[in-house]
Every structure is written in structure tokens, then in C-alpha cells.
């Protein structure tokens, strides 16, 4: 039996920053879903987001009707089609924000995290690059379905921190891997099957960072069989209401039979 996706998507400036450098797409026809966190500062993180949904948007719809145009990157043997394309356009999204920072010394340093979903037969694929994350819930559940690529997870993965540690640790907002820093960047992907009811959240980390999972979970089930784009003001506004430390930006998929 098919499912349909619903999809929701907001962006909110936050309390305490006085401009928006996040960037959402829901590109339905695609069935690409992406959230990008710009960094630099100076409007210049709004750029590299923009820019990275722009070029993913551009590659998805070039390469829909012309399966065999030529790619820029060698397909990785070990995946499919459909995964080397989303692989692809991040790649190429990475390699314009870096080249137009490269030209621009207005726009050095600029970068964006990036996490996205694409709908393929038989399921989903979820890539990611820096701290944007995927969440998905599933029977009263929440699971993390990326990893950040974040100084503070690789000190958490190289030696256990204390909850204690873990909430001090001074670099908390240092970013290991996110497009724009180099000219070719290392992209994680994974495959879901999602199954009737469940709901996917992909979300910067003006979201995960003042909202707890147990909060997440809350907002989304009490949402359950209601409209999401309720569910995604309501978590932006949970962000809010707990410091709003950062731009926030959410974005729901959930699956219907």
C-alpha cells in the first residue's frame, strides 16, 4: 500500500539574533526536503544557505529529465542511482558556496550545515552535513536518525563527558564539517523505510539545542492527526519560549496511509 507525505516547513528568526540566517525547501515534485544553518555572520550565512538549496533544487530538476547528463563526481559504485544524486547535489552545493567565497572576501568564511530527505520508491534517503539533525518519531518514540558533525559529539564519542561536561563544554558551537570550508566535503547518508504515522523532523539546531527530545516528542505526538504546519509553529515557539538562543527552523514529513 502507498503512502502519502504531508510536509511542513517554518523558519523563525529566534530572540536573540536580529537576522534569519537559516534556509528551508520543500520541493515536492523533487520529493527533497532540506533544512541549511548558514554561519559567517554579516548576512553572508544566509548567502551559503540560500545558495545550497538553490544549487540542490537546480541539480534535482536538471537531472530529472536527463538521467544521463553528465555529473561533475564519479558515481560511487557502492550506491544507487538515486543516492549518488542527492550525494551529488550536495557536493555541488558545497563547491559553489566554497568557489563564491573564494572570489568574494566579503562572503570568506561563509558556510551552512545541510540535512535533507528524499523521497525514492520504497522509502527515504537522509543525508547530512554539520549539526542539523533528523529526528524521527515512531510508537511514542523519538530517534536521532544523524550524527553531529561536531567538535563537542567528537570529544563525546572520544571520551565519555558527563551530562555535567557536556552542558560547560566551552566550544559548543564549533562545526567540524559543513559545507563551504573546503572545496569538497564528506557527506553521511542513510536508508529509512518509513511505515503509516511516521513523522520525520529535520530541524536546525536552534531547535535542538534549547528543545529536549522529551519536549520534541511531546509537541509532535499531541499534533498527532493534526495539521503539522501546527506542529511546526508550535515547536518553534517551544524554542522561544525556552531562550530562543538562535534562528530556528523546522521542517515535518509525516507518512499516511
Given at each position: 500500500?502507498?503512502?502519502?507525505?504531508?510536509?511542513?516547513?517554518?523558519?523563525n528568526?529566534?530572540?536573540?539574533?536580529?537576522?534569519?540566517e537559516?534556509?528551508?525547501?520543500?520541493?515536492?515534485?523533487?520529493?527533497?526536503?532540506?533544512v541549511?544553518?548558514?554561519?559567517g555572520?554579516h548576512a553572508?550565512?544566509?548567502?551559503?544557505?540560500?545558495m545550497?538549496?538553490?544549487?540542490?533544487?537546480?541539480?534535482?530538476v536538471?537531472?530529472?529529465?536527463?538521467?544521463?547528463?553528465t555529473?561533475?563526481y564519479k558515481?560511487?559504485r557502492?550506491?544507487?542511482?538515486?543516492?549518488?544524486?542527492?550525494?551529488?547535489?550536495?557536493?555541488?552545493?558545497n563547491?559553489?558556496?566554497?568557489?563564491?567565497?573564494?572570489?568574494?572576501?566579503?562572503?570568506?568564511?561563509?558556510?551552512?550545515t545541510?540535512?535533507?530527505?528524499?523521497?525514492?520508491?520504497?522509502?527515504?534517503?537522509v543525508?547530512?552535513?554539520?549539526?542539523?539533525?533528523?529526528?524521527r518519531?515512531?510508537?511514542?518514540?523519538?530517534?536521532?536518525?544523524?550524527?553531529?558533525?561536531?567538535?563537542?559529539?567528537?570529544?563525546?564519542k572520544?571520551?565519555?563527558?558527563?551530562?555535567?561536561?557536556?552542558?560547560?563544554?566551552p566550544?559548543?558551537?564549533v562545526?567540524?564539517?559543513?559545507?563551504?570550508?573546503?572545496?569538497?566535503?564528506?557527506?553521511?547518508?542513510?536508508?529509512?523505510?518509513?511505515?503509516?504515522?511516521?513523522?520525520?523532523?529535520?530541524?536546525?539546531?536552534?531547535l535542538?539545542?534549547?528543545?529536549?527530545?522529551?519536549?520534541?516528542l511531546?509537541?509532535v505526538t499531541?499534533?498527532?492527526?493534526?495539521?503539522?504546519?501546527?506542529?511546526?509553529?508550535?515547536?518553534?515557539?517551544?524554542?522561544?519560549?525556552?531562550?530562543?538562543?538562535?534562528?530556528?527552523?523546522?521542517?515535518?514529513?509525516?507518512?499516511?496511509?
Open positions: 500500500m502507498a503512502l502519502r507525505i504531508e510536509v511542513a516547513g517554518e523558519t528568526v529566534g530572540m536573540k539574533r536580529n537576522h534569519n537559516d534556509n528551508f525547501s520543500i520541493i515536492e515534485e523533487s520529493g527533497l526536503y532540506i541549511a544553518d548558514g554561519m555572520g553572508s550565512g544566509e548567502v551559503a544557505s540560500k545550497a538549496v538553490d544549487a540542490m533544487r537546480e541539480f534535482f536538471a537531472t530529472a529529465d536527463d538521467p544521463e547528463r555529473w561533475p558515481m560511487d557502492s550506491k544507487g542511482y538515486e543516492e549518488n544524486r542527492l550525494i551529488t547535489a550536495i557536493k555541488l552545493a563547491l559553489r558556496i566554497y568557489e563564491s567565497a573564494q572570489r568574494d572576501a566579503k562572503q570568506r568564511g561563509m558556510g551552512t545541510l540535512v535533507t530527505m528524499f523521497a525514492v520508491e520504497g522509502g527515504v534517503y543525508a547530512h552535513v554539520g549539526d542539523s539533525r533528523v529526528y518519531a515512531r510508537d511514542a518514540k523519538l530517534e536521532l536518525l544523524t550524527e553531529d558533525h561536531s567538535l563537542l559529539n567528537d570529544y563525546i572520544m571520551r565519555r563527558l558527563t551530562p555535567e561536561e557536556i552542558a560547560n563544554f566550544h559548543k558551537n562545526i567540524v564539517r559543513a559545507l563551504g570550508m573546503k572545496d569538497t566535503v564528506k557527506v553521511d547518508t542513510r536508508f529509512e523505510q518509513p511505515r503509516a504515522d511516521d513523522l520525520y523532523l529535520l530541524c536546525s539546531d536552534g535542538s539545542g534549547p528543545v529536549t527530545d522529551d519536549e520534541i511531546e509537541i499531541e499534533g498527532q492527526g493534526q495539521d503539522l504546519k501546527r506542529s511546526a509553529s508550535r515547536l518553534i515557539e517551544r524554542a522561544n519560549e525556552n531562550g530562543g538562543p538562535d534562528n530556528i527552523t523546522v521542517v515535518l514529513a509525516r507518512w499516511v496511509a
